[in-house]
């Protein structure tokens, strides 16, 4: 046997040599060599690293045809080739706790593309991920599986069930690993770049596969896990990975017609907020993208309506003797579960609870940033995110209930309130709230006093009109323009929403915006005199200002002079002078800006639908600033040779002659020019 096995070794293989040499004949030992030789052991162990890459593709192809092909058939184990037998659920029962294939079996197609997940290639580990995801995202069920409890196997069933039981055990088992294999590449490569380097790309492909799969199946099992993965990672200190996060629970807000998951993830990102595990602001602002639309009372009157319901149908139960009652009220709610309908109570309690959970995170905030026991880091961190949730709250506060809208109020009214005369200068700078953070304020405050009961409230509009007259001023530096659209808005609900009976106070907003447009660029200082034409149409108090100064009645002997610092618009004396401002605007570069300018003075007013408001205006001159385009109108001048002259006896009109071309022997005949030739 020994010299049976040498001889193909040291007899065929030197004789079965192509005309070579001897020194060709034995390979030298060569790193290449070993290098082979070891390339070839690995070989013989993963039959799927003998393969190139191209031959790899063509393998994945072919196994995601035949999944799609046979979804049944290739979730199955079978044993040298068989098909599944009784047993099968048992078998696969020892598969799921194990995690690997029993002894004799073959793995599964579905399982098979599974292991190509972790291969060392990583161009394969990607193709293995995103085949798997469009393999997932064509045959899992619409419906979310329940697996059958013990009592129900112990029930004789048919045989159509069984093999439905089994085939939804092993669609949860195969999805159950993908997860498990996504969420561990991921964590693994976190893990390895580091804090502050990027993940790897087969990591983030791990990351986008679990947020495409949390988008296709949101209503499906083990979606928890994927949506608490997704919101850890939205304050990732990577932008790619933070982005991809809050794009995908914006997605969940938005396509969630039951408001159940949009409340699970409002509580997992209010937990954020809660441990101050929030340092950007885009997880805060994924909030402003829920369709909240039912008010707190309703909620809570739908809610007192629903808990009468149950508490009939337990009592109806209970008085049931044989228990059919309640075995239909199971059925029932199955059904319920199943069907494609709104339930109008479901979605009521869960937008009530999320607009709970989302108030109390913002409120989180607000208190957060009045705290005087927090260090500097954690105060600019929260000062960042101060805008943002006052952004929120001014979005949702119609919808607060009455008594939270008493403290949110008083709130306001404290971070608003500016520093005493004093108080050191460098601590009434740094106490001053961001201009963002103030407008932000000031919407919220209106919006809340429009709100349902708010008008009934026993709060003064003028402390939050006051504010807003001194917020305008520090429009004029280049940083703060961009918040000017937020003024605007301020401003409207202030003026036009809601009626002023202050003269005075209307006519030194007008001032003061005509003031303040001097300085604004074209495409924000021209809604803001369109919004001024607007408050000048309803308030026909103003027009004193647009008198000379010699002919107002409020003369500077009388009143003092026109106060321009003043805090309060009522102090600041208006009609002591008069807007001469509109003159300057008028003379400005821009056709839009001048033209309002001109229509503000000749106190025309807006028509409407051929006119657009200050808002549409705004979004279409900021829609030609990016594509970098002025308009224009073009002046047609005659030319000034041009003969204009129009015969008084003549209705037609003649041609127009030009000196500069018209010969001076137009009117001589031929014969005439002739002669003069031929004296020549």
Known sequence: MASANKRPRHGDRSKSSTNKGDMNSKKPNTPATKAHSKTKKRDTTDSTEEHTHENICNYIAELCESILEDPRAALVSTVDGDDDDDDEADKDEDLQQSGTVLA?????????????????????????????????????????????????????????????????????????????????????SKSQSGSNLSPSIVGMTALCSLCEMLKSALHFNFRSSILSLVVRNMSSPNGHVRETCCQTTIYVFTHDPQGEISLEASKLIARAVQNHRVGHTELLRTFLHLPLRVHEDEAEAVRIHTAAVQKKRKKMAALSADG???EAAEIEKELKEGSATIDVAVLAKAQADTLQTVVVSYFRILKRSSDATISHGEREKVRRLLPTALEGLAKFAHLIHLDTVVDLLALLKHLLNPPDEDDDHNTAASTELPLDAALNSLLTAFQTLQGPGGQTLPIDPKEYISPLYRQLLRLVTQSNAVHTPLALQAIDLAFLQRREYSK?????????????????PPRYAAPMVNLVRMILARYSSVQPLFES????????????????????????????????????????????????????????????????????????????????????????????LADSTKAKDSKKRRRVQYRFIKSRHANKTDQELKRELLKL
């Open 104 to 188: 004799g079996k073959k793995r599964s197609q579905l399982r098979r593309l599974l292991d190509l997940g972790e291969h060392v290639d990583p161009n394969t580990c990607r193709l293995a991920m995103v085949s798997l995801l469009a393999v997932f995202q064509d045959i899992l069920p619409t419906y979310r599986i329940r697996l059958p409890t013990a009592a129900e196997k112990a029930v004789r069933v048919s045989k159509e069930t069984k093999q439905l039981w089994n085939y939804e055990r092993q669609m949860l088992l195969h999805y159950q690993w993908y997860l498990k294999l996504l969420e561990r590449t991921w964590e693994e």
């Open 324 to 326: 059919e009652a309640a």
């Open 504 to 520: 005075d106070r209307t006519a030194a907003f007008v001032k003061r915006m005509l003031g303040v447009s001097l300085h604004l």
């Open 549 to 640: 100064e010699m002919d107002v009645v409020y003369s500077s002997a009388v009143a003092g002079g026109l106060v321009l610092d003043a805090h309060d618009p009522e102090r600041s004396n208006p009609f002591a002078s008069s807007v001469w401002e509109v003159a300057l605007l008028r003379q400005g570069v821009h056709p839009t800006l001048s033209q309002q300018a001109q229509r503000v003075a000749n106190n025309t007013p807006i028509k409407l639908p051929f006119e657009k408001k200050y808002h549409d205006l705004r979004i279409a001159m900021e829609r030609d600033y990016d594509e970098m385009y002025i308009r224009y109108a073009p002046v047609k001048m005659k030319h000034p």
